[in-house]
């Protein structure tokens, strides 16, 4: 078995054990990880872990050495490029004018549903790959631009042959949308078919591990999203909602009475539906990317700090809102424009994002029995992940790989 140490000389834990009032991340000066196989064995000072290291190789990073990140919200497996719509919004038209013009939505439908599956494959592995570079180790992968079951399929099953490679894909089935032209209109016969053929299809295939639907005004309404989402818990699948990102049509309450894992964008969003939100124990998870591409006002992180919902945020990657593959511009972003604390930004995208996707046992954190995945990073400390912006100040490496590279330094 491979037995490494990383030391640097300073880790963020973001261990909830080693959190104080002054250090929500659990930092420690100093700091080294004991890896053995692909799981983390000890966590500590220098000294405390090169005492149980033993023959252990030892890996000296000189800068900051956090876990490695989490994206909770991506429309990753998607292709084609939607830069004239972004020409067009810039210029003033809207984006629920756009979507009604046949752009959107729909128009990266039709480059999905033209695209071979090995190739739709190939291009969410690169992206991935970019993704990682920016020291991303899990991304959650949502289809949603099929809109029919064949496509659908198509998009789920690149994400699980991408997912034989790394970083760690989760998939998600987003059933709800938009409607294809097929549908002449009729969001309720579309919800229908998506709960009583599809979605039981792609549960039995074991094609997704969360279910999530576009509740907004334009998108589709609570009702819709209760008869699939509800099935999909039947289904024994997790839940995810879009919520609020253009009005407060009550997804929020939806999320909380279905217990999802997140609700997610809530630029609208009411005192209530955030209070159901943290009773049920639903994560908000914050897509600042959206919102600054679309000229949004932030949401109400205030309000949603006093009711206690604890916070995620992603880069919901996509062509349309969210033209970005880096979870740090999000991170920075989040800072900059939404308010959030280092601290909360860095947890948003490690550890509760992890929690979000069912994952808090597997990854988000450095402590003992975890998976071993870091992000090494030439910065000095994590204030200077969110200044300055859009560099690549990243080296990201997950266990199995430094596993793959010891082993193979040992062989020469
Ligand atoms: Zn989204």
Redesign the pocket.
Known sequence: MTRFVITAPRVITCDPARATEADALGVIEQGAVLVEGDTIAAVGTAVEISDRAGDAQVMAHDGLLTPGLVDA?T?APFTGSRHIEYALRMAGAGYEEIAAAGGGIVSTMRAVRAAEATALTHELEWRAKRMHDHGVTTIEC?SGYGLDLANERKQLEAVARASIAWPRLVPTY?ALHALPPEANGDGDAYAERVAREWLPEIATAKLARFVDA?VDRGAFTVEQARLVLSRAKELGLGVRV?AGQFADVGAAELAAELGAASA??LEHVGERGLEAMAAAGVRAVL?PV?SFTLKQEPPPIDAMRRAGVRLVVAS?A?PGT?PTESLPLAIALAVRSYGLTVAEALLGATREAAASLGLEHVCGALRPGLSGDFAMWNLPHEAAIVQPWGVWPVRAIIAKMAAYVFDLRSEL
């Open positions: 919200h429309h949502k987003l576009y879009h997610d964008h897509l959206a919901d996509n969210a």
